[in-house]
Nanobody, 121 residues
Framework: QVQLVESGGGLVQPGGSLRLSCAAS????????MAWYRQAPGKQRELVAV???????NYTDSVLGRFTISRDNAKNTVYLQMNSLKPDDTAVYYC???????????????WGKGTLVTVSS
């Protein structure tokens, strides 16, 4: 089994910044892609940013230029630096990772429990 634990959420004023972290632990042979999703009240969960094992990144249009995803493979950790935050960024942010626990096993998607980000004055 693999566990993902997010941290770094909280209350921030519009225009402020937050840095989310997500650490993976457990039975890990290799982590392929890692990503951040978010779900706002009354809305579907959406992909915010994804980073491949080699460092390729992709972002949803609404966060381009404001959010940066990065990862530390030695620590099995993914980060989301969020700048110029807007009230529309308010959501529960979830970490996702595609993990192979053994070389011969398929990649399995794991999810964290989420961390709440509230952008409000």
């Amino acid at each position: 089994q693999v566990q993902l634990v997010e941290s770094g959420g909280g209350l921030v004023q519009p225009g402020g910044s937050l840095r989310l972290s997500c650490a993976a632990s457990g039975s890990i042979f290799v982590i392929n892609s890692m990503a951040w999703y978010r779900q706002a009240p009354g809305k579907q969960r959406e992909l915010v940013a994804v980073i491949a094992s080699g460092g390729y990144t992709n972002y949803t249009d609404s966060v381009l230029g404001r959010f940066t995803i990065s990862r530390d493979n030695a620590k099995n950790t993914v980060y989301l630096q969020m700048n110029s935050l807007k009230p529309d960024d308010t959501a529960v942010y979830y970490c996702n990772a595609g993990v192979k626990s053994r070389p011969w096993l398929r990649t399995v998607d794991y999810w964290g429990k989420g961390t709440l980000v509230t952008v409000s004055s």
